[in-house]
């Protein structure tokens, strides 16, 4: 598998670049703020959820390219 890998919820404005199969950074945005979270998974449920996201488990998630994901972010 090819990383970075870009995802974002369905339905709601929150954005992940998957780094690897245990690090993620998640954007979303509150008003005009830009919040950025890093993940680095060290518990069974973290690592569970980024194979999730990889996954697109339940479509809970779509695919994203790595433009979109820079326009939100701009």
């Known amino acids: 598998m090819k990383f970075p890998i870009?995802?974002?919820y369905n339905g709601?404005?929150?954005w992940f670049k998957?780094?690897?199969p245990t690090h993620f950074i998640e954007y979303k945005k509150m008003g005009e703020r830009?919040?950025?979270?890093?993940?680095?998974?060290?518990?069974?449920p973290e690592k569970l959820?980024?194979?999730d996201l990889i996954n697109q488990h339940d479509n809970r998630?779509?695919?994203v390219t790595e433009l979109e994901?820079?326009?939100f972010i701009n």
Do not use: H
């Not at 830009?34 to 069974?44: G, P, Q, V």
């Open 34 to 44: 830009l919040l950025k979270d890093e993940i680095k998974a060290e518990i069974f």
């Open 6 to 8: 870009y995802r974002k």
């Open 61 to 63: 998630w779509i695919e």
């Open 69 to 71: 994901l820079n326009q």
């Open 18 to 20: 998957i780094l690897s």
């Open 12 to 14: 709601i404005e929150v």
């Open 49 to 51: 959820f980024i194979q």
